[in-house]
């Protein structure tokens, strides 16, 4: 968020969404030549909860009803955008990157932050973009298999999230699928098996269009920083050199060959 932005009350600001808008006008006036496909914004959820929930993140509060005023700034912020990039160019593609959690026996709390959003926006979106890492259990985690940052892996997650989202009759992009794992000791494992229930989804009827894994760079991650290594190519952060780690010669190859083998 901009220090200006952040200076005006950010998104409790009424008119933060008209000045979103404002600035998609401009981006995409620009790129409208190179872009097929939008995505506003990117884990709205995420952010409203860590920062109005949660109070970790900026501006560090906990209020229930700011965290509300700011989800619904968000929908109209992403609204005001669908609008205007269609004007602009309206054969594009316009959707939003959706953190979607799979919850065991949790029907009101998975509503609520699975399908919330997504309901608000319904009528203003022409894909789904979906990122799932990790699934919740009724009594806690058996953390069987964890990533670094102590993420239990449960692939089968992946498979009912995009069951669920076949009601909203929309193509599916898995936006974001991914596992921090320094040593690159799960993470060929790790997309074999999600791909294995990606394509279970596929021929039980779910749209998906595409599968990105995140990441391919080693990032920055939120307010994690630098230690977690979430890229199939290994980034020294003091020289720049990347190095492909052997889980992207295995991801190539399902690329290239089409076939998954998960044994």
Known sequence: MPIWLAKKGGWLNPKTPYYFDRYIKIVSENLFDYVNFWITINEPNVYASNSFLRGVWPPQEKSISKYFKVVSQLVKAHQLAYHSLHLIDRDCQIGIAKNNIYFEHKPFVGYFWNKYFLNKIKDCQDFIGLNYYFHSRLFGNKNESVTDMSWEIYPEGIYHLLKDLKKYQKPIYITENGLADAKDEKRAKFIKEHL??????????????????????????????????????????????????PSAYTYRKICQTNQLKIY
């Open 196 to 245: 294995f229930w990606v394509h279970r989804a596929i021929q039980e009827g779910a749209d998906v269009r595409g599968y990105f894994y995140w990441s391919l760079l080693d990032n920055f991650e939120w307010d994690k920083g630098f230690w977690p290594r979430f890229g199939l190519v290994e980034v020294d952060y003091q020289t720049l050199e990347r190095k492909p780690r």
